[in-house]
């Protein structure tokens, strides 16, 4: 197997980008990319784009034709996939990018997310997102998914004792991140009773428990390793990068305050990048309800399970404690472009390792993100390292 | 939706699911292939008793567009005695409600395709407290 | 062949509004309404519901406590003045949810009031000709009333089934009908609210109907008031029933066990046969029971029952005046949009 590097990164802002079509989000963040990785473009030998949902927010299928033409690689006749496992569909094409390249079949490929929400309303919106649950048996029933997710933080609360406290702490600390990233939607610090104050979406989630929907693009250049040094001496190196399924519906799952999925993607993760929970520096975390960041410590390893809300009490997760959880604001303050944010937090983690992520800068060598899809059916670790 | 709807009209009106004979694992929804026993599995249709407890619950107040009257509403994961989990609305206060809370299933109405369109009914459930 | 009602159910919705709410919204003296129409409160569906949901929880009650096997029942009717669909049967979703199989005769029935008795009577010439094994008698209501009319007090919810075939615990003796073309009370295709002739639907519609079909069948069965231990007449109002009770001889005693109305308001096709289901609750073997129900436009369906041993296994519980009993009360606003009444985007 080849090994995998990161040599550019790029990202759109996030948030509700009125001015901005879908192509013109997309082309953005996948020239800042190029730009950044010191690429001319037509190096590119393939694109792979998470997407979810084009088919309902533009009523566009064939996202990665449409992409491959306007970003001018159609011309040179550039394969284009796209992949789509709800919010986790960045994550995925990060990870088939990945693959592309650890095979040795491609030298040089860019791995874009990106969703347009916006041009819908809320209400479609909201059904949009179900559609990322069991449609037949969960979301006829009115079983959003922030119910589903309310669901999951009730039963933590009763077997563990975590609280509405602790998950407010968790939005509270991603906000205060938020505020120290530029491409934030939300720059501003909130308070836990900011949080508990705010009105309920779904009991005992209220609606700063909550990540926002937002419009937003990012994409990553991946090259093998001897390609990737004729380009930059600050190498990033995906360490691995693993994918684990779990049952679609809570209904069918035997305990709905763990996800399966992140526990088998997660070891996984480790084996094949040969380090352990301990040895991250720097995490990622697909906060789309923060109890999902309580639950994510805990299934990721970093925690045994139960005590996950600790963590965020004793301040580890924070910008400068021992193991910072999401500097850039994670999808709750940085924004949730669904489709695009496995990749934009590939994009925040290069940053971390090189050493460019600005007033959020944390110590770190080896970092960790988790895209998790709709309430946990599809989960994809990715390792990063500087060696 | 409407072939949608209609071919689980059986498994909707009433708590119709399906049993592993290999496992004595029982699902529903219905299944038609056991996760557990894979191509060992002997599925066989099922119906389940309308009763159970609450297991967990939520009252939801961001409802989608169908559900706006309703506002709020009660989702819970029922299990269903001698059955398996279920989601299902639970019709009582948000006062009431309560995890181990004891309900039994209800006929009901779930939401209508506006109002020239198909109503769609299913079970949801009530207390059963007595 | 002896047959009759061999089980029953009933189903009425948890929500209650007073009389003296209504009668505060619309500027009224809230006792004229408790004396004038004799009805203190109604039943109102929760948004949830309507005459099929109803009907389904009735009719489910009577297969579980008889534990008849659904795909006995040989027939559906559905009686309704609201049945959810104008063209489309709410006999089939009885008889999916109910998981009576797909060899059943179903059909819905209206006739104002008394679409439910007119079901009964089908049923039981079904099942003396033999066509049927069991038939499935249903008589559900979610009402309408136009907001600020008299109607609006009375117009309630809920229904009643039953499942009629031989082994009865209520064997019908004898039934008929009078009938004639009456517009008393009326609703036009399309229209979301009834109409009425004010009192005209009294004295020729009501009385008439109500009167004539109870006279005719004590005198064709050669019995006098004083022969039947219970009386149930339709009660659309708490006032009705009881005068013509009077009139035909009966005394309050034989009446007042299924004067339902006043606590739960007129459920329509359910009214008379929820009614007669409270007197079924505390029915005793031997005992003699005359049910009378009227439907507007107009008729009347008389009945003899006599209840038979096999009552005293038949479970009861909860009994219909435990359900009228039970239930919380709101306010004329909550009602409004529980009724669908505020016109939304
Ligand atoms: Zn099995």
Known sequence: ??????????????????????????????????????????????IYIGNMSGGRYLAQEHIAALIADYSGLAELGVPATRVEAAD?????????????????????????????????????????????????WEGFVGATIPALYALM??????????????????????????????????????????????PKVAEPLRLLDCAPLSDGAAAVILANEKIAREYTDNLVFIKSCTQASDYLALHSRRDITTMEAVRKAASLAYKMAEVSSQNIDVVEIHDSFTIAEIMAYEDLGFVEKGKGAELIREGITELDGSLPVNPSGGLKACGHAIGATGIRQAVEITSQLRGEAGKRQVDCETGLSLNIGGTGATAVVTIYGVV | MLPRFWRKIKYRYDIVGSVCETCNTKYYPPRNFCPICRRRSSIKEEMFEGKGKVLSYTVVHDTPEEYKLEKPYIIALIELDNGPVITSQVVCSENEIRTGMRVKKAFRKYFEDGEDGIIYYGTKFVPDED | MKAGVVAYGTYIPRFRIRAEEIARVWGENPENIRSGLGVFQKSIPDIDE????????????????????????????????????????????????????????????????????????????????????????????TSQSAPGDPLEYSASAGGAAFIIGDKPIAEIESTLSFTSDTPDFWRREGQPYPSH???????????????????KIMEENGYKAEDFDYAVFHQPNGKFPVRAARMLGFRKEQIEQGLVVRMVGNTYSGSSILGFSAVLDIAKPGEKVLLVSFGSGAGSDAFIFNITDRIESYPRKPAVWDKINQGVHVDYSTYLKLRKKIKMK
Not at chain 1, 98 to 104: E, F, I, P, T
Not at chain 3, 197 to 215: D, E, K, L, N, Q
Request: charged residues 25%; glycine residues 12%.
């Open chain 1, 1 to 46: 197997m080849e090994r995998v590097a990161i040599i550019g990164v790029g990202q759109s802002e996030f948030g509700e980008l009125w001015d901005s079509g879908f192509r013109e989000i997309v082309l953005k963040a996948g020239i800042d990319a190029i730009e950044d990785a010191g690429l001319e473009g037509k190096e590119i030998e393939a």
């Open chain 1, 88 to 136: 986790a569909s960045g994550g995925l094409a990060l990870r088939q990018a990945y693959l592309s390249v650890a095979s040795g079949v491609h030298d040089i490929v860019i791995a874009a997310g990106a969703e347009k929400v916006t041009d819908v309303g809320s209400e479609m919106t909201t059904d949009i997102m179900a559609s990322s649950a069991d449609r037949e």
């Open chain 1, 153 to 198: 933080a009730r039963k933590h609360f009763e077997m563990y004792g975590t609280t509405p406290e602790d998950l407010a702490r968790v939005s509270v600390k991603n906000h205060k991140n938020g505020a120290l990233n530029p491409k934030a939607q939300f720059k501003r610090e909130i308070t836990v009773e900011d949080v508990l104050n705010s």
């Open chain 3, 50 to 141: 309507d005459t099929a949901t109803i009907s389904v929880e009735a009719a489910r009650e009577a297969i579980e406590r008889s534990g008849i096997d659904p795909e006995r029942i040989g027939a559906i009717f559905v009686g309704s003045e609201s049945h959810p669909y104008a063209v489309k049967p709410t006999a089939t979703i009885v008889g999916d949810a109910l998981g009576c199989g797909n060899f059943f005769h179903a059909a819905d029935f209206e006739f104002a009031c008394k679409a439910g008795t007119a079901g009964i009577q089908t049923c039981l010439g079904m099942v003396k000709s033999r066509m049927i094994e069991f038939g499935l008698a249903i008589g559900a209501d």
């Open chain 3, 197 to 215: 002739g004010g009192r005209f639907t009294g004295t020729p519609a009501y009385f008439r109907h109500v009167i004539s079909a109870a006279r």
